[in-house]
Each structure stands twice: as structure tokens, then as C-alpha cells.
């Protein structure tokens, strides 16, 4: 749905209203349901997860804008390629490189197939 609602859609010459349009319609189930879920510890885990908060909110605004631009120059072919990119970047530079996370074999052979 992602991918067919940006490449369906025409290029606009300001690039960030389709994506100000396309978030506001997400986030505003999105306000409903944490309203409907609302627990009393919610206040201190956000206080408590400011920063991350904050880096999480930037790296979608950079996804989001890159999508957008993926999708509207390039097509929905190239997909394949930025996956690819992302899911490499993410497992090491993420995972392995700063927090730490276990390898074994099952990631080396997961890397493998994904570039294969």
C-alpha cells in the first residue's frame, strides 16, 4: 500500500505536501488509538526516551523524504536496490556497529541471501 499509494500518486511541485497529506492522514489513527491506550507511566517514558524520541522522528523525516524522492524519480523498480542498502546498513551499522548485538550464522546467511 505504501509503495502503490507514492507511485500512483503525480509529482507536486512542492515534494513535501504529499508527505505532509499521506502523514497526517496516518497519524491521526494513530492519535486515537495512544489516546485509547493511555496508561498513567505514559508521561515518564517519554521523558525517560526523549532522545530517542527525537533521533527516531529525524531518521523518518530522512526515510520518509527519501522514499518520496525514491518513488517519484527513479520508480518503484529501484525499491529492490534501496532495500537492500537499508536492511545491509541497518543490521551493521545499527545492530552490530553501536549497539552491540550478537552475529551468528543465521545473520551471515540472512546478509548473504538478501545481496544473492
Not at 70 to 89: D, E, K, P, W
Amino acid at each position: 500500500m505504501f509503495v502503490y499509494g507514492q507511485r500512483g500518486s503525480g509529482t507536486a511541485d512542492n515534494p513535501f505536501l504529499f508527505l505532509l497529506v499521506t502523514l497526517s492522514v496516518w497519524i491521526t489513527p494513530l492519535v486515537i488509538f495512544t489516546l485509547a491506550h493511555e496508561v498513567p507511566a505514559d508521561p515518564q517514558y517519554l521523558i525517560d526516551n526523549v532522545r530517542h524520541i527525537i533521533i527516531r522522528g529525524i531518521g523518518f523525516f530522512i526515510t520518509f523524504v527519501g522514499f518520496y524522492w525514491l518513488y517519484s524519480q527513479q520508480g518503484a523498480a529501484n525499491y529492490s536496490v534501496y532495500t537492500l542498502l537499508s536492511i545491509l546498513t541497518t543490521s551493521i551499522g545499527v545492530g552490530l556497529i553501536i549497539f552491540r548485538e550478537p552475529f551468528n550464522k543465521f545473520h551471515m546467511i540472512s546478509g548473504i541471501l538478501a545481496v544473492s
